[in-house]
């Protein structure tokens, strides 16, 4: 099955200043790469999204990256603000199983990002 | 509008006994998928339905089993509970089926067994 690795696990930047995070994936059959923020206490929160026939997305002060090549895709944050200080989470997915049936999505294991003022 | 709501918030069990948790999806939405949040990790799915039908299912035990309802809530059912199914459990809705469509996540349910 899928796996998706995350890189950080804990990122610490200054206000102001920007944040990447790094995830990779293992099946090349996966089309569908959204990312999430949870804060505590609360569920994951889409931010963006990507698909495999885009090489790059921008809302405001978030994009995404897309690599099907390497099979890797980044999140860049800029002009950081204490807000954005949450877990961040990548996920994975095919959308449907080979021979049919529903694939959920595959997260990484989360980066913990702090904003420090 | 309400977004997708999942009951109870928090929940102590013990080893061997069942749980129900339950989802409703947003208002427009016919499909729900679950997920199971370890502390530290990230979710990992367990069930997807879509009209009442099981579409998707992830690498969990027979314990686990699930169903929807014809006005598109959904309950998630663990028997014979273990010390490893305390979790943060998340309910997710969207329009159709498919992964690709946008997946909006409830706060979850705190599963505590002990």
């Known amino acids: 099955g899928e796996n998706v690795e995350q890189h950080p696990s804990t990122l610490s930047v200054q206000e102001g200043d920007s944040a990447v995070i790094k995830c990779t994936y293992s099946?090349?059959?996966?089309?569908?790469f959204p990312w999430y923020k949870q804060e505590l206490g609360k569920g994951p929160q889409l931010i963006i999204d990507i698909r495999s026939n885009v090489g790059e997305k921008k809302d405001q002060r978030i994009a995404v990256t897309l690599n099907k090549t390497a099979k890797h895709f980044s999140l860049h944050i800029t002009e950081t603000q204490p807000e954005d200080s949450a877990v961040y989470f990548c996920?994975?997915?095919?959308?449907?199983?080979?021979?049919?049936?529903?694939?959920?999505?595959?997260f990484g294991k989360g980066t913990h990002l702090i904003i420090q003022p | 509008d309400a977004g997708v709501t999942q009951s109870p918030t928090h929940l102590i069990k013990t080893r061997g006994q069942h749980v129900t948790l339950r989802c409703s999806p947003i208002s427009g939405h016919k499909s729900v998928s679950w997920y199971q949040q370890v502390l530290g990790q990230g979710p990992q799915f367990i069930f997807q339905?879509?009209?009442?039908?099981?579409?998707g299912r992830g690498n969990f035990p027979d314990r686990f089993s699930a169903r929807q309802f014809p006005n598109y809530s959904s309950e998630l059912n663990v028997n014979a509970l273990l010390l490893g199914d305390s979790a943060l459990y998340l309910c997710?809705?969207?329009?159709?089926?498919?992964?690709?469509?946008?997946?909006?996540f409830g706060a979850g349910t705190r599963l505590s067994v002990l």
């Open positions: 339905y879509y009209e009442k039908e099981e579409r």
């Open positions: 997710a809705s969207s329009l159709t089926w498919t992964a690709k469509n946008i997946q909006y």
């Open positions: 996920a994975a997915s095919k959308g449907v199983k080979r021979g049919g049936g529903a694939d959920g999505l595959t």
């Open positions: 099946d090349s059959a996966s089309n569908y």
